[in-house]
């Protein structure tokens, strides 16, 4: 019974990457130092031994400065890497929306994006048919349908990858800086479409520089510093600590912010 409340297992996973030790001036010199055995790397652990677990309807917050491993977590969750150790479980589908138009095809129309889209979210033609007007609608692209994505700003792309993933029903959503994109009337819209969606036991994984934003969406929060958890447990308590541990004043959002 409780393995079926779990959404996401996350055990012992640590990520290396190779980091090339040299520079490099043409990719000849590379392929002669690579077949030769003299290319040098420093290894770069960016993520070590991290473990937690969440049920369903969970919402994890994750804290860090920059280059604490969060976008390599959510990576790693989401099948973008592998971790080089450990396992992950996933139990449902997941829709990430990791960075500003990822998974689009720039010449690609925005109709056209949305059933690529879906399809790489494993959806079908009929399924995406019956959600297209909502998608557009709810991000605000009703004129700009036909119109190639590498004509749209990365607000109007960020609007139709959030709309896309939120639409489509999700076991686990992953959110990496998505929600600070746009004026504050969508920024509230697409908090009321995350909580739409907790309301029928998504996961979501959070991360945002807005801590009071991560307290509203969040039931739980874990620090990530250098790669470690260092802390995890209810959002208010973690969340506080963090702002102790880095000087952080919150101040109030922006309501005019782009």
């Known amino acids: 019974m409780a393995k079926n409340k779990t959404s996401i297992r996350v055990e012992n996973v640590s990520m290396k990457f190779n980091l090339n030790a040299e520079k490099l001036d043409s990719v000849k010199e590379f392929m002669i130092k690579f077949i030769t055995g003299k290319l040098h790397y420093n290894e770069f652990w960016a993520l070590t031994d991290v473990s937690f677990e969440l049920e369903k309807g969970d919402r994890l917050g994750i804290l860090g400065l920059n ?6 977590l959510l990576k790693a969750i989401a099948g973008v890497y592998k971790p080089t150790t450990g396992h992950i479980y996933k139990g449902g589908k997941i829709a990430p929306l990791l960075e500003l ?9 925005a109709r056209e994006n949305v059933y690529l889209y879906g399809a790489i979210l494993g959806y079908t033609k009929e399924f995406i048919d019956s959600k297209f007007d909502e998608i557009i609608e709810f ?5 700009f349908v036909d119109v190639p994505i590498k004509n749209f700003s990365s607000g109007m792309r ?3 990858g959030f709309a896309i993933c939120t639409s489509v ?3 686990i959503l992953i959110l990496d800086e998505v929600l600070s994109v746009g004026d504050s009337k969508f920024k509230m819209k ?3 479409r995350v909580r739409e969606m907790m309301a029928n036991d998504a ?10 934003q991560v307290k509203r969406i969040c039931n739980k929060a874990i620090i990530l510093d250098h790669g470690k958890v260092i802390e995890m447990g209810e959002v208010n308590e973690v969340a506080a600590h963090y702002m102790e541990m880095n000087g ?3 101040e109030p959002e922006d309501a005019g912010n782009k």
């Open 190 to 192: 697409s908090e009321a």
């Open 101 to 109: 138009g990822a998974g689009f095809e720039m010449q690609y129309t």
């Open 158 to 160: 960020s609007r139709l």
């Open 203 to 212: 996961t979501v994984l959070f991360v945002s520089h807005s801590i009071e």
């Open 169 to 171: 029903c999700p076991d």
């Open 139 to 143: 991000a605000e692209l009703e004129k």
């Open 67 to 72: 280059g604490a491993g969060k976008s390599t």
């Open 248 to 250: 952080i004043v919150e």
